[in-house]
Every structure is written in C-alpha cells, then in structure tokens.
C-alpha cells in the first residue's frame, strides 16, 4: 500500500533531509556529505541519512511517498532525478529542514529495512529573481531495495 507524506520544510541552507531516527550521525559526517560532485547532484547520502539540495533556502513543498516495490519513472516529467540508498534500522523515518529541531521533525513509520531514494525534482527553473519563490516542489519516492551507489537518472540544466 502507497503511503504519501505531504510536508512543507523550511529548506535553510537551500537543503532538507531524510534520516533514520537511531542513526545519529556526526557534524562532520554530515558537512562532509557535501561535495562538490554530491552538489552538482543535489543528493548527498551518509550513514543513516539524505540531504537533498533545493534551488531555495525558504519553505518548499516535499511529499514522501513510501512504496512496496520500484514504483516506473518518466523521466520527462521531472527536471532532474537522482537515487541513492538508506537504511532505514529503526523503522522511523524523520523527515526535517536543514535547521529543524529534531525532536520536533516529521517522524514516518517504515518497516526496518535499506530503501532506495529517488529524489524527484520540478519546477526548478521558476525562481524568482530575488530567490524566496518559486513552483518547485520535491518528492522522494522509497522502496525496499538493496543499497546502491548514489546515481543522476536526469540532470538539470539551468
């Protein structure tokens, strides 16, 4: 059965992010997830975690949608896609801003087990000139899968 999680998140940092609740990764695990490759990719995964890169650093509009299995992608439906893996041990899900306090972040009920992530990115190119609005929106699509390497399916171009 699908679940859909539906979310505004403050995006400080143009970036939010998923995490299992026992994983409780370091400052440095974190702030190294960042490359300059995983920028370009705006998907940065780390031990028990997801951050995912927006064009804003305002609230913007995320839905979670947890599936059974790999859900079929059109890829012309989105201006950019990318995948990675997280394993998911604690069965909750949180679900938060850059700059969200933890203990108040969305929690989301999963059967312990690694996902897949497929970060779903459109509406990138409606920014405004001053950067606070826009019509982009972002989903992350789960499953239960085998990990696997961090992927680009379809890179924006801007």
Do not use: C
């Amino acid at each position: 059965m699908t679940q859909r999680h539906r979310l505004s998140l403050f995006a400080d940092y143009s970036q939010f992010y998923i995490e299992d609740e026992q994983a409780n990764p370091t400052a440095d695990e974190v702030g190294h997830s960042w490359t300059e490759e995983t920028t370009a990719d705006q998907i940065a995964p780390g031990r028990g975690f997801i951050r995912f890169g927006t064009v804003r650093s305002t609230n913007v509009p995320v839905e979670i949608v947890v599936e059974e299995s790999e859900p079929p992608l059109d890829l012309d439906a989105y201006d950019h896609v990318a995948e990675a893996s997280i394993a998911v041990d604690s069965g909750r899900l949180i679900v938060a801003g850059n700059s969200d306090a933890w203990e108040d972040a969305a929690r989301l009920t999963l059967e312990p087990d690694t996902y897949r992530a497929r970060a779903l990115y459109r509406g990138l190119g409606t920014l405004s000139a001053d950067g606070l609005d826009g019509d982009d929106h972002y989903t992350v699509v789960l499953w239960p899968a085998p990990a696997a390497p961090r992927r680009v399916l379809k890179r924006y171009q801007a």
